[in-house]
């Protein structure tokens, strides 16, 4: 099922499987997942091709500036036949969630959805509302030195599982998708792979991978070191601790394991704590760069061997 899965969108998503993999990996984790890139190079056609191969509601918001937070999470409105008032829901009661350009929208509207991607509710006029299962968040955003844009919180940062960039395609990639456009091929010929059930039972699978107790001081020693990092202000939280082990049970489960390597934490580190660490003003000044720095502080560990 995961094979056929990865086929479903590698065949309409084109040229990236290494990008397809890390979205699989959030997926089987219960993570969320933030596609950040310029323009035009395929994030949210990334996101619709994997809400496509699912079948699962599907719920999508346009961040603009004038995106309020009860567009998001829903409001609460008075009925006129029976004198209550009633919740109507917001986009955010679906399974699979895209945030188109969660950078363009104010960071009150950005704060809504914190804690439907920390908690799985949400909380209008004191109510909680359970969002439904599977859910997982797929947002894309725009460089922040793009015009119109504001800066996701830390806060909010540290609920996303990977952040993820596509890059721009080769030109025989660039060639293929011409290709399917001109022949018709487009996202609504897409077939669902697997249910939301299936979804949730994959996850359980990931979650019983076994972690042993050297690796999980392995993936301590990581986290430490980026706190311990003096050209970093803000180290990995303990979230990212979690969030790191959870990945490595999903990673190994996609190599067909029922344990955890050091290899599997390797392959998924970079992508899970870089967005959660920020340089001090003297390593900014100096051009210093989180991707630079992690894999050393990834690589220094001895790695155990048993």
Do not use: W
């Amino acid at each position: 099922m995961l094979n056929k899965l990865r086929e479903t969108i590698e065949s309409y998503f084109i040229g990236k499987p290494d990008v397809v993999e890390n979205m699989l990996v959030c997926l089987l984790a219960g993570g969320h997942v933030l596609l950040e890139d310029v323009p035009g190079v395929g994030k949210t056609t990334l996101a619709k091709t994997m809400a496509a191969a699912l079948d699962c509601s599907f719920g999508r918001i346009q961040f603009t500036p004038d995106t309020l937070p009860g567009d998001v999470v829903g409001l609460s409105v008075f009925n006129m036949k029976t004198g209550e008032f009633e919740y109507r829901e917001g986009a955010v009661m679906r399974q699979i969630i895209l945030a188109d350009e969660i950078n363009r929208t104010s960071p009150k509207t950005q704060a809504a959805l914190l804690e439907a991607m920390a908690e799985g509710q949400v909380s209008v006029d004191g109510q909680i509302y359970k969002l439904p299962e599977p859910f997982m968040v797929i947002a894309t955003q725009n460089p922040v030195e793009f015009l119109g844009t504001y800066p996701l919180p830390e806060a909010q940062i540290d609920r996303f599982m990977m952040k993820l960039s596509i890059g721009y395609p080769t030109k025989e990639m660039e060639e293929t998708l011409a290709r399917n456009m001109l022949a018709g091929k487009t996202l609504a010929d897409v077939s669902p792979v697997c249910s939301g059930e299936d979804v949730m039972r994959l996850r359980g699978e990931a979650a019983a991978v076994h972690v042993g107790d050297r690796v999980l001081e392995y993936i301590g020693g990581i986290i430490t070191r980026t706190r311990q990092e003096k050209r970093f202000a803000l180290g990995a939280s303990p979230r990212a601790f979690l969030d790191l082990t959870k990945a490595s049970q999903a990673k190994a489960l996609l190599d067909g394991r029922d344990f955890v390597k050091p290899d599997d934490i390797k392959a998924v580190a970079l992508n899970t704590l870089h967005h959660r660490l920020i340089l001090t003003p003297e390593a900014k000044i100096g051009r210093e760069d989180v991707d630079q720095i992690l894999p050393s502080l990834i690589l220094t560990d001895v790695v155990p061997t048993a």
